[in-house]
């Protein structure tokens, strides 16, 4: 799933054609990815990738979500599995793990709720 500011844009492969358009209006991105989906994370590459290829500029915040899952990749791996490195220099990047409940709202996350929110209002 992708989040655009104040935009939740699903992850279905029907609606990815239409995320570079959003991006034009946007001031940060937060890309969330399943942590415990291991299978998915190339494709949560590639995607993010091609993403990050339409603006350079824009600032990111992946969260590594259902990090409460017990095959849940680590934040360090999550790092990798994404090659954020290749990318991290270019731009302001952040990698926080998280746990999204059912209605999306994010809770008991690494840094907590509060520091998510600020990091957002700092980099808007």
């Known amino acids: 799933e992708i989040y655009f ?3 939740t844009i699903g992850g279905g492969e029907d609606l990815r054609r239409y995320w570079s358009d ?3 209006k946007t ?3 937060v890309y969330v990815v399943d ?3 291991r299978r998915r994370l190339p494709l949560a590459k ?3 990738h091609r993403l990050l290829r339409v603006d350079p500029q824009l600032p990111v915040v992946v969260l590594g979500n259902k990090q409460d899952k017990p095959n849940a990749v680590s934040v360090s791996e999550l790092h ?3 090659s954020l490195s290749s990318v991290a220099e270019e731009r302001r990047l952040f990698l926080l793990a998280a746990q999204l409940g059912a209605e999306g ?3 008991n996350s690494y840094h907590g709720l509060q520091a998510f929110q600020d990091l957002l209002l700092q980099l808007v």
């Open 105 to 107: 709202a994010l809770r």
């Open 80 to 82: 990798e599995a994404l």
């Open 27 to 29: 001031h940060v991105l």
């Open 22 to 24: 959003y991006l034009r």
């Open 35 to 37: 942590s415990s989906d």
């Open 46 to 48: 590639a995607e993010l």
């Open 5 to 7: 500011t104040n935009k």
